[in-house]
């Protein structure tokens, strides 16, 4: 989020036509002609006629026009929510959210598909049949008492992860992928994608490795990665409560190429075996501005400490000029589908809940002020809360949730056959 005043964060994303008009370098009338073409999107700018553009347009546009001063120019905006860079057959970026090989995200969340079918489909292209039997994953390699003896106690889920996954790797003697083909091409196996259940469900079942080990144990006997999740968590794992988190890990199960994703695509392109691909993944997503963005909403909601102190706790933000996390998403200038999803789903879960009504009266807090709408962040902070789920548990979510994602780009990266390794454009003396 930036740091405006409350009233123009939410006029930020969009620029006048003379704005528009300037930063593209071209006539009020060619503007118009590329509105009327759809390559522009507006809306009623509240004075007569006038509209505003939305400035992720302008950039995508002025991206291109760069190019006639070379690729140089338009590799590097294609980095800042440019251009897109590489191709893909996973996930599109819709106006109701993403949408996975042709599935809209949010309505398999809402038809209560089981995210492992989810998974499937992005690994395989095919959603396996309702009541299809699931795939058996394989034991777990290490045994989690001997994984959680490396943790400070109390550990948070994330934390846990990110030593689980490249300790599961080292325990796998099997784990690197086969040499490529003669173009170059490493075709997805049959092992390769059990590794990829396996590694999936040992996440799920590992993210409480920090508050007590023998959880693990019973996770990783539990059906589905959203029971998995629950016990491991110490939740009760109640139909209900399993329907919220499926949800939950379905709808960020992807997203394109976000900074994590991209940082997995980068180490499979080296041939880097499924563990090292995640964990690459796992560290970007440790970033305050990516993954680290749940924390900051729940120091968010813990700071407020209950509904009534909600209003209170955004204006002493607001006043102190600090960004407020979990709000806003330059994919989604109208709101985040995800997070309407999940927002709505926790209301339906423990309407009475503290916790939750806090979280509930701080978006209120925060429409009230002029922000954006709540992002995906906002929605899985609230999953937890109707929950009861211990502090870092939306970050786990996040995580395990994602790694499907991450592996069905692991996989693509492999087949396309070709190292990412971009160039950089010398500035120094």
């Not at 598909?113 to 395989?124: H, S």
């Not at 943790?151 to 796998?172: R, S």
């Not at 794992?237 to 991209?262: G, I, M, Q, W, Y």
């Not at 906002?378 to 937890?384: C, D, E, F, Q, Y």
Request: charged share 25%; proline share 7%.
């Amino acid at each position: 989020m930036v740091d405006l005043p409350a009233s123009e964060q939410r006029r930020s994303a969009y620029v006048t036509g003379a704005e528009a008009a300037e930063l593209l370098g071209v006539k009020r009338e060619t503007l118009y002609a590329y509105a009327s073409r759809g390559m522009l999107r507006g809306v009623p700018g509240g004075k007569g006629r006038a509209r505003l553009y939305l400035r992720a347009d302008i950039e995508r546009l002025k991206a291109r026009h760069d190019a006639r001063a070379g690729h140089g120019p338009v590799a590097a905006e294609a980095l800042r929510w440019g251009e897109p860079v590489l191709e893909s057959a996973l996930t599109a970026i819709g106006p109701r959210g993403p949408v996975y090989r042709g599935n809209e995200a949010v309505a398999l969340a809402l038809a209560d598909v089981p995210f492992d079918a989810v998974a499937e489909l992005l690994w395989t292209g095919e959603l396996p049949a309702a009541g299809a039997p699931a795939p058996r994953p394989a034991r777990l390699s290490v045994r989690p008492a001997k994984l959680a003896a490396l943790l400070p106690e109390g550990a948070p889920p994330f934390t846990a992860l990110a030593l689980a996954v490249p300790a599961l790797g080292a325990h796998d003697m099997t784990r690197h992928v086969g040499a490529p083909s003669g173009d170059g091409r490493i075709p997805t196996s049959d092992a390769e994608r059990a590794r990829a259940r396996a590694l999936v469900r040992a996440m799920a079942a590992l993210v409480g490795l920090g508050r007590d080990a023998r959880r693990a144990t019973a996770a990783l006997e539990a059906e589905g990665t959203a029971q998995r999740l629950l016990v491991a968590l110490g939740a009760n794992p109640s139909k209900k409560a399993e329907r919220a988190v499926n949800r939950a890990l379905l709808v960020s199960a992807d997203h394109e190429l976000n900074a994590s994703t991209f940082a997995v695509r980068v180490a499979a392109s080296t041939g880097a075996d499924l563990y090292a691909c995640v964990s690459a993944g796992l560290a970007a997503l440790s970033g305050p501005r990516h993954g680290g963005v749940t924390d900051r909403v729940e120091a968010l909601v813990a700071e407020a400490g209950r509904p009534e102190r909600a209003a209170a706790a955004v204006h002493e933000r607001l006043r102190r000029g600090e960004p407020i996390a979990g709000f806003g998403h330059r994919l989604y200038p109208e709101g985040d589908p995800r997070a309407r999803a999940l927002l709505d789903t926790a209301r339906g879960l423990a309407p009475h809940s503290a916790a939750l009504r806090t979280v509930l009266a701080l978006v209120d807090a925060l429409r009230d002020a002029g922000l954006d709408p709540p992002s995906l962040d906002m929605g899985l902070v609230a999953i937890a809360a109707a929950l009861g789920l211990p502090a870092g548990s939306a970050a786990a979510m996040f995580a395990v949730g994602r790694a499907a994602g991450w592996i069905a780009h692991a996989f693509e990266q492999r087949e396309a056959g070709y190292m990412l390794r971009p160039r950089a454009r010398y500035t120094g003396p």
